[in-house]
């Protein structure tokens, strides 16, 4: 939520099937490291027993860090051991080792699907500025709710806020060191080799007017990200389905991590005109699940269970077969091994190439889209001649200098709702097409 002109707090419109983000190593590694948290808790841990995410592929490597603040732990040294002791001296202490990697896993396990979920957000707002590498971006909690269709958590408000809150934070502790292949220079790129990097940098911002204060935050993303968010890897840039986004993180956790692994290779694979393909075990692995020997049964039926479900929001336009051809003893490991292929979505991935118009094209188009206005804002003859194509009041609108806001208001409905009818995604009730038809008919007299 944001100040308008009038101090009031003006709510954003959200896409309602896709937002862009960037696919590269980064994105994927961390993605990766995220689900590998949690409860299920898949990091390995250093001689000190401090846990990190390592991934390593034939292109190079990438090392995730989890580095809290130190204030406001418990086990932080009174003031005055703090001026006596440096932090050399509390690293060299077995007792301070063994505390503050206790600190580091507790964090770590509060690594979640929904943290993920922010992520992916955060990097849709770092996709669409102008210079990702360099500009910053801002958004609010408020705003990372609407993006998960989510209005209050366990019947509070605050509680929703506070856990976004802290997802944000988590994701402002991890730190990252690399090194990978720089094909363009033919040579390798080394990231945090002396001190690791940080994935995101995070800035609490708050606006105050008036008795009204809003609480957001500024961020830009590390060194290490940034280097793959220049003209030539912004074209690998795709689409994630907002569908998928605002499954339930608890309940659908599984079907988010696959939907999500699908997205991610879909979209590199789309662009070469490739279905994406990948074997049962490779999807766990990215999910950060170990295959259930014990019961296999239950491990297929999952599986088979989020694919319908990603089908069913739209993620997946054709999945295989996925039931194994029997199920008897032994099937299970041929089945972990067995290469799946499946259809994206093709919203997700066909993306226009963005290309910068001059300002003499751009004053050529507002000049055109105006004319086409008024041509084509020709009133409906009846309410359903409007519902078939609401399309229609955009025109009309643009023709009579009226917003969104304004005619929501006359209409009684929120701005977002009319902007759902405008844009086809929501059926235009009868009610609602005629009055709008009636506001256009007294419009048109004067």
């Known amino acids: 939520m944001y100040p308008d002109s009038k101090g009031k707090s003006a709510s954003l419109s959200i896409p309602e099937l896709k937002m862009p983000i960037p696919t590269n190593p980064v994105v994927y590694v961390i993605l990766r490291a995220l689900y590998a948290g949690g409860l299920d808790f898949h990091w390995t841990s250093d001689s000190y027993g401090r846990p990190h995410y390592h991934y390593e592929s034939k292109d190079g490597y990438i090392n995730i860090f989890c580095d809290p603040p130190y204030k406001g732990y418990p086990f932080w040294p009174d003031e005055a051991l703090k001026k006596a002791a440096s932090l050399q001296k509390l690293y060299m202490n077995p007792r301070w080792n063994f505390i503050y990697s206790g600190i580091l896993r507790n964090t770590v396990r509060k690594l979640s699907v929904e943290t993920a979920d922010v992520y992916l957000i955060l990097l849709n707002k770092i996709a669409q500025l102008k210079n990702p590498s360099y500009d910053i971006a801002k958004i609010s909690l408020e705003e990372i709710a609407e993006y998960r269709s989510v209005k209050v958590r366990n019947g509070s408000r605050q509680k929703l806020i506070n856990d976004l809150k802290e997802n944000v934070l988590l994701l402002a502790d991890l730190r990252l060191s690399m090194t990978w292949q720089d094909y363009k220079n033919r040579g390798k790129i080394t990231f945090g080799r ?52 605002r499954l339930d993180p608890y309940h659908e956790a599984f079907t988010k991590k696959i939907g999500t692994y699908w997205i991610l290779l879909g979209i590199t694979a789309g662009k070469k005109g490739m279905y994406p393909r990948a074997s049962p075990q490779t999807i766990l692995d990215f ?74 094209e751009k004053i050529k188009i507002a000049n ?34 009226l917003n969104q806001n304004e005619l929501a208001q006359v209409l009684g409905i ?7 009818y405008e844009r086809e995604m929501r059926a235009l009730p009868e009610k609602i097409a005629i009055r709008i038809l009636k506001i256009w008919e007294q419009k048109s007299k004067f």
Not at 218 to 238: E, K, V, Y
């Open 194 to 245: 002396e001190r690791p990097d940080r994935l995101l940098d995070i800035m609490d911002v708050s606006y105050k007017k008036g008795k009204h204060e809003w609480k957001s935050f500024g961020f830009r993303c590390g060194q290490a990200l940034a280097a793959f968010l220049n003209p030539d890897g912004l074209r690998w840039i795709g689409y994630y389905s907002t569908g998928l986004l």
């Open 287 to 360: 999910c950060g699940k170990t295959a259930n020997y014990r019961n296999p049964g239950q491990s297929v039926d999952a599986f088979i269970k989020a694919h319908v479900r990603l089908q069913q929001i739209g993620v997946l336009e054709d999945i295989p077969v996925l039931e194994p051809p029997n199920r008897i003893k032994g099937y299970f490991n041929s089945w972990l091994d067995t290469p799946l292929s499946v259809k994206l979505s093709s919203d997700l991935w066909m993306i226009k190439e963005r290309k910068r118009k001059t300002r003499q």
């Open 368 to 401: 055109q889209k105006n004319e086409n206005v008024q041509l084509q804002a020709v009133i409906p003859r009846n309410y359903r001649e409007l519902q078939v194509n609401p399309t229609a009041i955009r025109e009309f609108r643009a023709k009579y200098g």
């Open 414 to 420: 929120t701005r977002q709702t009319l902007s759902y």
